[in-house]
């Protein structure tokens, strides 16, 4: 493979993350893949807690198709991120204390990020500088006032 065709696809890549909350939705992805592994941990580690049924399964699989949709489907992130953070909660009871804590951060540190993520818009103006270039704008006037003002 050329640089340039590596260049190609990372700057590819870029331009894809970058109209996407990717780190939320990879997070939450994440916490529940993470989940799912430690159900699977030997008995002597697993502590069971709450319902070990379905629930245990469901709830980070639900994570996890949330932290997927969020990336692929940005415009309804606030849904998703709703969505995975309640099922995130949930695996508290019903899936080993939420992956021994650690999917159960990763999961509410995405659907936080994905929640709060905004697309690209304009960038903010300071008061300072809007009130500057109200100013000039004002002053641009007036002068051009008193200019005409001054012709017979």
Known sequence: MSGTSKQGIRSAFR???AVRPFWGGLLLTLGGAEILLTEKASLKVVMHIGMQGL???LLPAVMMLCGLLTLFSPGQRLFYS?????ATLGTWVT?????FFV???LGLVGSCLAFGWLPD???RVSRRRRRAERRKQHDGNTATDVTRAARP
């Open 15 to 17: 331009q894809w993350r």
């Open 55 to 57: 629930a245990g399964y």
């Open 82 to 86: 709703i969505l995975g953070a309640l």
């Open 95 to 99: 899936s080993n204390l939420g992956g």
């Open 103 to 105: 999917g159960l951060l």
């Open 121 to 123: 818009q304009e960038p």
